[in-house]
């Protein structure tokens, strides 16, 4: 069963960074794109930033551009997400999903494919910024 474990997240100062990694359970990861998403409370699920299973496409909501980097170690079978320049407004449960690459139809919509079809969501890795 496919399967994904998430870790990083912690408490920090607005301006602080974190890196949050997802790692894979029960699947090759260099066979899928990978992404980040996140849940802040009352809120939903939302995408943050996705890669694909090579690393040349990157995706990322206009919310967190030029702070987030999404990056990936297929070697090392996890995928990054660098956090820099935290605001509160990042507080939330950081969640990754997965999608094998082949049933990728675009691109230019990988977050929204990840999410339309990712159903083995794992217990994410919480974030707060606060002061």
């Known amino acids: 069963q496919l399967r994904v474990v998430e870790s990083g997240g912690n408490s920090v100062q607005p301006g602080g960074s974190l890196r949050l990694s997802c790692e894979p359970s029960g699947f090759t990861l260099e066979f899928y794109a990978i992404g980040w998403f996140r849940q802040a409370p009352g809120k939903e699920l939302e995408g943050v930033s996705c890669?694909?299973?090579?690393?040349?496409?990157?995706d990322y909501s206009d919310s967190v551009k030029g702070r987030f980097t999404i990056s990936r170690d297929n070697a090392k079978s996890v995928v990054y997400l660098q956090m820099n320049d935290l605001k509160p407004e990042d507080t939330a449960v950081y969640y990754c999903?997965?999608?094998?690459?082949?049933?990728?139809?675009?691109?230019?919509?990988?977050?929204?494919?990840?999410?339309?079809?990712?159903?083995?969501w794992g217990r994410g890795t919480p974030v707060t910024v606060s002061s």
């Open positions: 999903g997965a999608e094998p690459q082949v049933r990728i139809t675009s691109n230019q919509a990988l977050c929204n494919e990840i999410q339309a079809r990712f159903r083995s």
């Open positions: 890669i694909s299973s090579r690393g040349e496409k990157t």
